[in-house]
């Protein structure tokens, strides 16, 4: 009898069915999570205010220069660290999925724009991986959930009573009392030290003036968060849809073409340059899994986030339809706005109730970073604080890694 190699088609059924699997055992077994647990708040709590969180290093890219030699001058800096990349995912990757990204790496350029597989193949060789490694890198929010626990995942489902249990992000956006918009995230992903250390703030340039200032680990294409100078800003949170991401998420980019949300942010910055015109960008275009794309502008008013599906927005919630307590700020974790959030997952009451507390009237930077640092929207997960304010000037932006 020959034997054939499995299909794509035979491994996406593999691993979706992998990730229902573990999906369904976790929701079996939830009830009110970390959130319940007192010792666990204190843990966090008592390292919140025992460390110092570090600046990331800033660089400047030229978008100038031929994609392939952009980042010449910063990935062989982060070679000696780039090996936790390859420890990471031997970790927590299914065999299973290897095939399928060797195949996308061996024709990189039909499944992502031709500039950033040009950086991502560049990058491969400067930090010493394969350039199915980078490609792993670049799909991590499609693929990384599989094979992970509960107590280390950026995980959408609920985990067992007293576990280290899911931690996501959380992004807001606020309007001082005189109408100026202030732009904070969380991302909350629990990657290891040596990962989180190859995060990097980024001036992309054009010519020679900056054209956005943009967040990500390098070799990386996507942008994890960012800003336009005095246009927009914009950060990303996952959108919890359940265990199916797994095989729609490689479908689309196997098959449709579409973009990871990151690297549809990222053409979002190169080419909008006013708030409705980001707005807009983000809303239209396939991507590869849900997201929402969380947006500050510079004017009264300008606040939105972009509930994202696979094909299209479908819901974007402005800062100028809120009222009553909440009328100054949208603040967003990782459930619908209209929906309840998951009794075992709610950082969005808490984090309004913070918000409240501020007041407008004391809207800025430095109080959006203390709600940040509030339990639980500070949480055991949270690697990575920002303020990214588009009208505050490149010199304000600023990502701290949590060590």
């Keep these: 009898e020959i034997l054939h190699p499995p299909t794509i088609a035979y491994e996406m059924r593999v691993v979706a069915g992998m990730a229902v699997l573990i ?48 980042w010449h001058h910063i990935a062989p800096l982060f070679k000696t660290k780039a090996k936790a990349i390859t420890e990471y995912f031997d970790e927590f990757l299914p065999p299973v999925v290897v095939p399928i990204l060797e195949r996308i790496a061996a024709d990189i350029r039909s499944f992502f724009p031709d500039e950033y597989a040009a950086e991502m193949e560049a990058n491969a060789k400067d930090l010493n991986l394969s350039v199915g490694e980078i490609v792993l890198v670049n799909l991590i929010y499609v693929v990384e959930r599989i094979g992970n626990n509960c107590s280390a995942s950026n995980t959408t489902g609920p985990c067992p009573p007293k576990s280290d249990g899911p931690g996501l992000c959380t992004s807001i956006v606020a309007e001082d009392s005189d109408g100026q918009i202030v732009h904070g995230r969380n991302l909350d992903w629990s990657i290891p030290n040596a990962l989180r250390s190859m995060m990097v703030d980024v001036e992309y340039t054009r010519g020679g003036k900056v054209a956005f200032v943009a967040s990500q680990p390098v070799g990386f294409a996507g942008v994890l968060h960012g800003t336009v100078p005095n246009g927009f800003s914009y950060s990303m949170d996952a959108r919890d849809k359940g265990g199916d991401i797994i095989l729609n998420g490689l479908e689309a980019a196997l098959i449709k073409g579409a973009r990871t949300p990151t690297q549809h942010a990222r053409m979002a910055l190169e080419s909008a340059t006013t708030f409705e015109a980001g707005v807009a960008a983000l809303s239209d275009g396939a991507i590869v899994n849900p997201a929402y794309f969380i947006v500050g502008g510079v004017q009264k008013g300008e606040g939105a986030v972009v509930t994202r599906g696979r094909d299209r927005a479908v819901d974007v919630w402005r800062l100028s339809s809120q009222t009553g307590a909440e009328k100054y700020f949208l603040l967003q974790t990782n459930y619908d706005h209209w929906e309840s959030p998951p009794t075992f997952d709610d950082r969005r009451d808490p984090g309004i109730k913070h918000m409240e507390a501020v007041g407008q009237a004391n809207v800025n930077g430095k109080s959006l970073f203390g709600v940040l640092t509030q339990w639980p929207n500070f949480n055991h997960h949270t690697d990575f604080t920002a303020i990214i304010s588009a009208g505050a000037g490149t010199e304000a932006y600023q990502t701290v890694i949590w060590p």
Excluded: F, H, I, M
């Design 23 to 70: 999906s369904t055992c976790l929701r079996a077994s939830a009830d009110q999570g970390y959130l319940s647990d007192p010792a666990l708040r204190q843990k966090v709590e008592t390292y919140r205010d025992s460390v110092t969180p570090v600046k990331a290093l800033r660089y400047t890219v030229s978008l100038d220069d031929p994609p392939s030699t952009r």
